[in-house]
């Protein structure tokens, strides 16, 4: 009897200790899961940012060769109309009827 009675606790920790190992290989599963998602997430971000940074690189150039082709008229027909500056003793009348 005293053999029957021995086995049982290690029955208990064994079962005890199947249940912490299913447990802890869940908790791993789910949280390498989570990063893979995570990854994913950022992967897709990543590749928008890299589409979005191309377009400004290419709009760089397209200013950056206009610019060099200029004689100045471009740089100063922008300082007027955007900036509003105007030329030295340069007056500049502006109509405010619309017309």
């Known amino acids: 009897m005293r053999a ?4 049982k606790p290690k029955s ?3 079962l005890i200790l199947r249940l912490a190992l299913i447990a802890f290989v ?11 998602l995570q990854i ?3 992967e897709t971000s990543l590749a928008d940012v890299n589409a979005k940074l191309q377009q400004q690189q290419s709009t760089n150039a397209e200013i ?8 100045g008229t471009y740089k100063e027909s922008i300082a007027r109309d955007k900036l509003g ?6 007056h500049v009348y502006i ?5």
Do not use: F
Not at 64 to 71: C, E, F, G, T
Not at 85 to 90: C, F, M, V
Not at 95 to 99: E, K, P, Q, T, W
């Open 4 to 7: 029957a009675k021995a086995e």
């Open 12 to 14: 208990k920790k064994s």
């Open 26 to 36: 869940a908790y791993i599963a789910v949280t390498l899961i989570h990063m893979q």
């Open 40 to 42: 994913s997430r950022s």
């Open 64 to 71: 950056d060769r206009v610019l060099a082709q200029d004689d």
């Open 85 to 90: 500056y105007a030329k030295p003793n340069e």
């Open 95 to 99: 109509n405010a009827s619309g017309d």
